[in-house]
């Protein structure tokens, strides 16, 4: 099945500064890769997706990239704020059928 | 987006019983929803597709006998915790997609499961 890494585990960074987190996953046939951040004991909000037909997307301070050939796509948040601070996760899916997670980011923003 | 309902919230129970947890969509008709477990600091876990009116697609290491998932109608699907121990304390997540309209994954707001 799809295997998803995800890296850094965790992630501090003062205000204002850029993070970026990045993932990597195995199958070649996955062509939907959403990103969700989540704040403690609460459910994964989506907060951007891309799809393999497009490189990278924007969103506001939000940006995803996609490399299909290297099989990796990447997070980045600008002009970070302390209320970014929470959890994020990379999944990687075919069609909407299964989602596979990365391991998550801790993401610290410091005011 | 789809508003997806869990019940219960948070679920205590001794070990050895059997526990049910409800997924709901609220607002439109799911035929696939997913299940996820997730324990404390880490990733969610994909247990299983529940599929409407079929049996649900189990992840390699998942017990299916242990784990039982009925999904019987459209908006609803349950997944029971069966002879509950200890180590089945979780936080379990249900998802919905919207059909293959955009790919979109909405999830509900999680059941918490501790076991004595």
């Known amino acids: 099945g799809e295997n998803v890494e995800q890296h850094p585990s965790t992630l501090s960074v003062q205000e204002g500064d850029s993070a970026v987190i990045k993932c990597t996953y195995s199958?070649?046939?996955?062509?939907?890769f959403p990103w969700y951040k989540q704040e403690l004991g609460k459910r994964p909000q989506l907060i951007i997706d891309?799809?393999?037909?497009?490189g990278e997307k924007k969103d506001q301070r939000i940006a995803v990239t996609l490399n299909k050939t290297a099989k990796h796509f990447s997070l980045h948040i600008t002009e970070t704020q302390p209320e970014d601070s929470a959890v994020y996760f990379c999944a990687a899916s075919i069609s909407g059928n299964q989602f596979y997670f990365g391991t998550g980011t801790s993401l610290t923003v410091i005011p | 987006g789809a508003v997806v309902s869990q019940h219960p919230s948070w679920v205590i129970c001794k070990s050895g019983t059997s526990v049910k947890i409800e997924c709901r969509s609220l607002d439109f008709q799911a035929t696939t929803m997913f299940w996820y477990r997730q324990f404390p600091k880490q990733s969610l876990m994909l247990m299983a597709t529940?599929?409407?009116?079929?049996?649900?697609?189990?992840e390699q290491g998942v017990e299916k006998d242990k784990f039982l998932i009925n999904h019987a109608s459209l908006t609803l699907s349950t997944l029971t915790v069966t002879s509950a121990h200890p180590e089945d304390s979780s936080f379990y997540i249900c998802?919905?997609?919207?059909?293959?309209?955009?790919?979109?994954?909405?999830f509900g707001p999680g059941t918490r499961l501790t076991v004595l």
């Open positions: 199958d070649s046939a996955s062509n939907y």
């Open positions: 891309i799809r393999s037909n497009v």
């Open positions: 998802s919905v997609t919207d059909g293959g309209v955009t790919d979109t994954q909405y």
């Open positions: 529940s599929n409407e009116g079929s049996k649900a697609t189990y």
